[in-house]
């Protein structure tokens, strides 16, 4: 290579040199290098990668910016020192900016942590991160930079004279180069130190790990093993590839840039058989590590080892684990003997054996050995995959009851389960998100984020419910009151919730509300609310200050707006003006440094939004998708539903990214004190036991738990749909019956507002053959794999201590079933059913199916299914009728009592009427709309004249028959 002087000067000096030539220039980069380390640390702590790659650009950019002036490439010699100090300034100045950006989150949040007792939580994080990111950075940079250096001494090196008199002619390395390859090995290492550090809850899940008391079926090894170790063991396999492929690469790099004799390739040959040696130890410990991961294999006929996996790619792995260790052996020995021919044989041996072994042995075991008798071989393993998917999934000890619909339901056998049909949910959440929107959100600023199905004792009676909290959104406020100090001193929070049955309907088919209105107004003393205010919520994502000089809205009244004082715990203290400072950072709002509204006693709520709260607590759970209000002693809670994950349980076959999963954790937060309490369910999963072991102060036991919140526990949806995914094809325990699929189930399917797709799991109160009570239960329907029969469905209970049990009801497969799809498709045939629709949907109305529920009532089974009219011009869906289908028969009736009365009894109104009936019908109508014309009331009058044209059109068309 051919380094070049500039014009004109008698030689440049070294690039060390030139930057620390004055005691001024040491200042300099003794400043440079502490706040870079300051930088590092908080952009480690902080996790802004982004940031980090970003400022890894601008060093390197630097570097190479003063290596080209000290070159002489552009700009003149004499305002080379000039050029420098400004450079270094600039640098100086980003990286404060930074420190002080990320800085000031990082101690804001500790703040947050420490207010809530969770100190210890974030002090473990931010301490492994560091010390990950510099443990794995320096050990990367350290190992490339020598590499890389190392690899320069098959050169000469050039002195100051030599560089002086160059003529283009001489060879070797100067001290720049030096610097440009340890700037890449430090860039190399903080970018291997960045992928470390973000492995930092493997790391402590493999110091904590606790055993879990079952062994794999092939290595006899503690699921533990797998569960806390195996995946980290396999990113410091990684890393080390990286590593050793990096320096040889580079090491590769300079000497085909470098090399111009022949003297100097003997060296060469030495130095990279000892990179070869190392990168080819590491690579024999990666097959050992993936003998293990056969357990996780697809190659078979189910997931996890299979025949050929055992019989042909296990031998093959521990055969080139000493194939590679043989080749490293010879690379090791050529590192003294430095013979070409030397390190290409340990290439070729190791890269033919990986061929013959890893590729074409296993394909012929498979295809001669294996495809002959598949099943017959291939049972033993699948078993394997049977039973370790189900208990990853925790599907055990699923209770499966044949149901036979043998039973003929009668008015009496209706009467001995009053309650289970009495709470059968005529609302569904979908249409009544629209009701309650436009009857209860009372002012344009509130809103319903969704709505939650729920059960109480209310006057005694166990009541399935349905309720949304009210929550304040400042961007619906008017543009002009969107002012700094209206948006986080004065809206502050949300207020109260509303509440209805599920299974009743009042005037003009509207849900009857156990809570309603502003403040919340019961007739149910349990469902009163002492705390209304809504400060953690599902939508609340601003930040808030309380305890300030500005009165909070509390709710609108009349004319006039209530105000109130936040009297709660939640928040950090303001103090003085350098944590006023460091919020107004945060934020980007300066009012918060200088509002004359706040004080020091003023604090400020963040991370208000139930997920946020959880997520930034506790990020290594997850979390279901719904959090759920409970309203208990006049007080309202969150409850939210953690989850334990892993994709390392052996022989189980994975449900997208995960292959285990535990409702381990249920968090309860006060959605005014802002408490956030994390207490395990599950004390017998092992991941659960080793984030307890990591957070001592984080996990409470469920003893500690309030027993009303207890009676709420439901069900996640979220495991549940994943077991019941999982559970339609592994309920198949026999392998033979397993490997032909001839059993496969699927979720049931239902149209809604034209869409066709699976039927969601529904929450129900009803109490199933053999109980002795009525339960609240979630439950989802299934139908065979391209079929639309009912042939099982699955349910959770959630009441007690059968909290968590799964069961499941087959019906008979030698009869037909009919499944909610088929019921819809009946429905849409029957003549009179079908010809109301289409006369709604023609005349201003949309008309809105609901879910279609299957009701196990005394070996029989109900279809009930609620329906919705619409106005095009409203957006208020009123429940008008209800459809029933029992047996052959299908009926649609204004109440479910009577469509109930009309489907036992077989006492259906006809289809259709004579001449006589439909003008006496038209005639009423007409009178009926000339009272409500009268009298205003125009609803009633719209609804009237739509009877009276229905009864018209079914003249016209008696009339074109005729």
């Not at 107004?521 to 930040?543: H, K, N, Q, S, V």
Request: with cysteine; glycine share 8%; net charge neutral.
């Amino acid at each position: 290579m051919h380094w070049r002087p500039s014009l004109g000067h008698s030689g440049p000096e070294p690039l060390a040199e030139e930057i620390a030539m004055t005691s001024k220039g040491k200042g300099w980069m003794i400043a440079l290098s502490s706040i870079a380390a300051l930088v590092l640390v908080t952009l480690i702590a902080s996790g802004a990668w982004a940031v980090l790659i970003g400022l890894i650009v601008l060093a390197g950019l630097s570097v190479l910016a003063v290596y080209l002036r000290h070159r002489g490439v552009w700009g003149g010699p004499e305002r080379r020192v000039g050029t420098v100090r400004w450079l270094a300034l600039v640098v100086l100045l980003v990286l404060l900016i930074l420190a002080m950006t990320l800085g000031v989150r990082l101690y804001t949040d500790a703040l947050w942590f420490e207010y809530l007792g969770y100190g210890q939580v974030f002090r473990t994080q931010v301490v492994t991160r560091v010390l990950l990111f510099f443990g794995a950075g320096l050990v990367g940079a350290l190992f490339l930079g020598l590499s890389w250096n190392l690899a320069l001494r098959a050169f000469p090196r050039r002195s100051q004279r030599d560089v002086a008199v160059d003529t283009g002619t001489s060879k070797g390395w100067s001290p720049a180069v030096q610097a440009i390859l340890w700037t890449l090995a430090s860039a190399g290492g903080v970018v291997l130190g960045s992928i470390a550090q973000s492995k930092w809850m493997r790391v402590l899940r493999f110091l904590y790990g606790t055993t879990v008391g079952t062994t794999d079926p092939l290595f006899g090894r503690d699921l533990g093993f797998y569960l806390f170790r195996l995946r980290l063991l396999l990113d410091v396999r990684t890393f080390l590839l990286w590593l050793t492929g990096a320096a040889l690469v580079g090491t590769v790099l300079i000497y085909l840039l470098g090399f111009r004799r022949k003297r100097w390739e003997r060296r060469a040959v030495g130095y990279l058989s000892l990179l070869g040696a190392l990168f080819l130890l590491v690579k024999a410990w990666d097959y050992r590590l993936k003998i293990y991961l056969l357990l996780y294999s697809r190659h078979g006929a189910a997931f996890g080892a299979s025949y050929t996996d055992v019989h042909a790619r296990w031998p093959a792995y521990a055969i080139l684990v000493w194939v590679v260790l043989g080749c490293a052996l010879l690379l090791a020995v050529n590192v003294r003997l430095r013979r070409s021919g030397f390190l290409v044989a340990g290439v070729a041996i190791w890269l033919l054996c990986l061929v013959v072994l890893g590729t074409i042995y296993p394909a012929l075991v498979q295809t001669f050995r294996v495809r002959p008798s598949e099943l017959a071989l291939e049972s033993p393993y699948i078993e394997n995959t049977i039973r370790y998917t189900l208990a990853a999934y925790a599907l055990e000890d699923v209770q499966e009851v044949e149901y036979p619909v043998t039973g003929t339901l009668t008015l009496d056998a209706v009467n001995r389960n009053h309650a289970t049909l009495e709470s059968i949910r005529l609302w569904d959440h979908r249409p009544l998100y629209d009701t309650y929107s436009q009857l209860q959100e009372i002012r344009l600023y509130y809103n319903f984020h969704d709505i939650d199905v729920e059960r109480y004792y209310i006057s005694g009676k166990y009541r399935e419910v349905e309720l949304a909290v009210r929550e304040l959104s400042v961007e619906e406020l008017p543009e002009a009151a969107q002012t700094w100090q209206n948006r986080h001193l004065v809206y502050t929070h949300g207020y109260g919730v509303v509440m209805s049955p599920v299974n009743e309907v009042c005037e003009e088919g509207q849900p009857c509300f156990f809570i309603r209105d502003i403040p919340p107004r019961t007739t149910y003393e349990e469902l009163r609310l002492a705390r209304p205010e809504i400060y953690i919520g599902e939508e609340t994502t601003d930040y808030v200050i309380v305890h300030t000089g500005a009165d909070e809205f509390d709710y609108p009244k009349g004319d006039e707006n209530v105000y109130t004082r936040y009297e709660g715990k939640d928040g950090v203290p303001l103090g003085g003006i350098l944590r006023r400072l460091a919020f107004a950072l945060r934020f980007g709002d300066l009012p918060i440094l200088f509002s004359n509204y706040l004080s020091p006693d003023s604090r400020i709520l963040f991370h208000r939004t139930v997920q946020d709260r959880v997520e930034t607590l506790a990020p290594f759970l997850a979390y279901g998708y719904d959090p759920y209000p409970v309203i208990l002693d006049g007080k309202l809670y969150w409850l939210q539903d953690a989850f334990t994950l892993s994709n390392m349980y052996p022989y189980s076959e994975p449900y997208g990214s995960l292959n285990y999963i535990r409702n381990s954790v249920k968090v309860v937060i006060d959605p005014y004190e802002g408490t956030t309490t994390f207490y395990v369910v599950d004390p017998n999963d092992p991941i659960v036991r080793t984030y307890q072991a990591i957070f001592p102060s984080l996990f409470r036991p469920v003893s500690e738990m309030l027993a009303g919140l207890r009676a709420h526990w439901r069900y996640p949806e979220d495991i549940f749909r994943i077991q019941s995914y999982v559970y339609a094809t592994y309920h198949m325990r026999d392998p033979k019956v397993f490997y032909n699929k001839e059993d496969a189930w699927q979720f049931a399917k239902e149209t809604y507002l034209g869409e066709l797709h699976d039927i969601d799991s529904y929450y129900v109160i009803m109490r199933l053959p053999g109980w002795e009570r009525e339960e609240f239960l979630l439950m989802v329907p299934f139908t065979p794999v391209n079929r639309d029969n009912l042939i099982a469905w699955m349910h959770a209970q959630c009441d007690g201590e059968n909290y968590g049990r799964l069961g499941v009801f087959k019906f008979p497969k030698q009869s037909l079933v009919y499944g909610p799809f088929q019921i819809e498709a009946r429905t849409n045939q029957h003549p009179y059913i079908s010809q109301q629709l289409t006369l709604w949907n023609q005349h201003g109305s949309q008309v809105i199916l609901g879910n279609l529920l299957v009701v196990p009532v005394e070996h029989s089974l109900l279809y009930v299914r609620p329906l919705y009219l619409q106005s095009e011009t409203g957006q208020i869906p009123e429940l008008r009728r209800v459809i029933v289908a029992y047996g052959n028969q299908i009926v649609m009736a204004e109440t479910l009592g009577n469509a109930l009365r009309q489907v036992l009894t077989g006492s259906v109104p006809p289809p259709q009427r004579g001449w006589e009936d439909l003008a006496r019908s038209a005639a009423e109508h007409y009178r009926a709309a000339q009272e409500c014309l009268r009298s205003g009331d125009w609803s009633c009058y719209g609804r009237e004249m739509e009877q009276l044209q229905a009864d018209l059109e079914e003249l016209a068309r008696l009339a074109e028959e005729q």
